[in-house]
């Protein structure tokens, strides 16, 4: 089992910055492909990006591409997200997520978090 607990949301002003943090448990962390998600109201829950388990490979959704950046450190079991430049359509409830492999759709992840808001303003 792993469980995860994602943090660092919040209200942030649009053009600014937040960094969301994913703590893991259970299973050895380093041993999984992590990936960040988000679901806005009335919204389908999409990929916002993916990290393997060394860190050497990475996805980002063309939305986020040059503003967000997924890194990992598995001495702190720990995966962070950091969003750069938020925009007005930015603002979801935002997952991490686990699985086996290197993979980008939600179907494709076994173990996901609580969900943490972030709430950008004009």
């Known amino acids: 089992q792993v469980q995860l607990v994602e943090s660092g949301g919040g209200l942030v002003q649009a053009g600014g910055s937040l960094r969301l943090s994913c703590a893991t448990s259970?299973?050895?962390?380093?041993?999984?492909?992590m990936g960040w998600f988000r679901q806005a109201p009335g919204n389908e829950r999409e990929s916002v990006a993916a990290i393997n388990w060394s860190g050497s490979r990475t996805y980002y959704a063309d939305s986020v591409k040059g503003r967000f950046t997924i890194s990992r450190d598995n001495a702190k079991n720990t995966v962070y997200l950091q969003m750069n430049s938020l925009k007005p359509d930015d603002p979801a409830v935002y997952y991490c997520?686990?699985?086996?492999?290197?993979?980008?759709?939600?179907?494709?992840?076994?173990?996901w978090g609580q969900g943490t808001q972030v709430t950008v303003s004009s």
């Open positions: 997520a686990a699985g086996p492999f290197f993979r980008v759709l939600p179907k494709e992840f076994n173990y």
């Open positions: 259970g299973r050895t962390f380093g041993n999984y492909a």
